[in-house]
């Protein structure tokens, strides 16, 4: 297992998981479903491994009291049974959370060790045009991982784990409506030739949220019944519970890469850009279209090294349900 390097203020062990985990030996914590129960094969599924516990070692979590008592909540809550549960009036702007300068050293140990439970009140889509047609609302705000760049935490204050958004079903009937109202898509487009796309993942990443709860899954299933939509999120996050989804090619998963070396300095706690690349075959195997796509330029001061080197942006596209184990260009 390859692990990236921690930000400081933290000792790094709470780093993320390589591929290994897509092919566990046997006797090792093994792969399944998310939601699933077990995953084809009969294994666990990771999220239940010590590994995929020893990544999110939730000790706090805070929850609106409607979403702690939700279907959701619920089984969240029984995920971390030793956390402990701080009802808050609203997910935004937690006192001792969003409101605490000293959260700032412990900026990455925090997004393993606390979780956000809310309900999301506002239900809207937008459009987008570039690699998805729509925005949709997502389930989730806030991730696990640290990337350097990242601009979800931007207005939050001084901390930025997962919040998880349980009603689900609000957001899930919303997009039926939205898809429903669109109808068939008139033309292609360079999101896709004749389904409209929804980014389901704008402010978080729907791999990780799969350790957490059901939402990604959920999201996933529902869309394979959508003959007119696909679900998009891109990821730095190696799940192989995704593997047993089941997708029927009605989602995308947009693995995020860039030069090796500048990811080691730039995506903390994100799986190692190598086994996101070697993940997308396997995902084309379980008929999830995958595609690869650039994070945000990075550009260094000139002269300065080791500095982040400018990568491009760009995205190959490999053709849902091909077994062609055909690495992104
Ligand atoms: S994976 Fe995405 S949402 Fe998570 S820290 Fe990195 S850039 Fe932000």
């Known amino acids: 297992m390859t692990h990236s390097s921690a930000g400081p203020g933290d000792d790094g062990h709470d780093a993320l998981f390589g591929l290994d985990a897509l ?15 077990r995953g084809p094969d009969d294994r666990p599924p990771f999220r239940e491994s010590a590994a995929a516990r020893r990544l999110l070692p939730v000790r706090t979590i805070y929850a609106e009291p409607a979403a702690a008592s939700s279907a959701r909540g619920r089984q969240i809550l029984a995920r971390f049974p030793d956390a402990e549960l701080i009802e808050v009036d609203s997910h935004w702007r937690i006192p001792g959370l969003h409101g605490n300068e000293g959260n700032v050293e412990r900026w990455v140990r925090v997004k393993g060790e606390t979780l956000v ?37 931007r207005r939050k204050g001084y901390a930025n784990p997962v919040t998880v958004f349980t009603n689900i079903d609000a957001i899930l009937a919303h997009l039926a409506r939205h898809i429903a109202r669109q ?57 192989p519970d995704l593997l047993a989804l089941d997708p029927r090619g009605r989602t995308r998963i947009r693995f995020s ?58 995205t190959t596209s490999c053709p849902a349900g091909s077994n062609g184990r055909r690495p992104p260009r």
């Open 23 to 37: 092919d566990p030996a046997p006797g090792a914590p093994g792969h399944g479903g998310t939601g699933a129960g």
């Open 183 to 239: 109808g068939r898509k008139p033309e292609p487009n360079q999101c896709d030739d004749s389904a409209w796309v929804y980014d389901i993942g704008e402010n978080g990443d729907c791999s990780v949220d799969a350790l957490i709860s059901d939402n990604t899954a959920d999201l996933v299933r529902t869309f394979r019944g959508w003959p007119t939509a696909k679900a998009s999120f891109a990821t730095k996050f190696v799940n």
């Open 117 to 153: 439970l809310g309900e999301r009140k506002t239900l809207a889509t937008r459009p987008n045009g570039r690699s998805a047609d729509w925005i949709a609302p997502g389930p989730s705000n806030g991730c696990a991982m640290a990337c350097a760049y990242c601009y979800v935490p």
């Open 257 to 314: 890469v860039m030069p090796a070396a500048d990811s080691r300095l730039l995506d903390v706690r994100t799986s190692p850009v190598g086994d996101r690349i070697a993940a997308a075959a396997d995902f084309l195997d379980a008929a999830t279209r995958s595609t690869s796509t650039s994070p945000p330029w990075c550009c260094a001061p000139a002269g300065k090294k080791p500095g982040p080197r400018c990568s491009g942006s760009w």
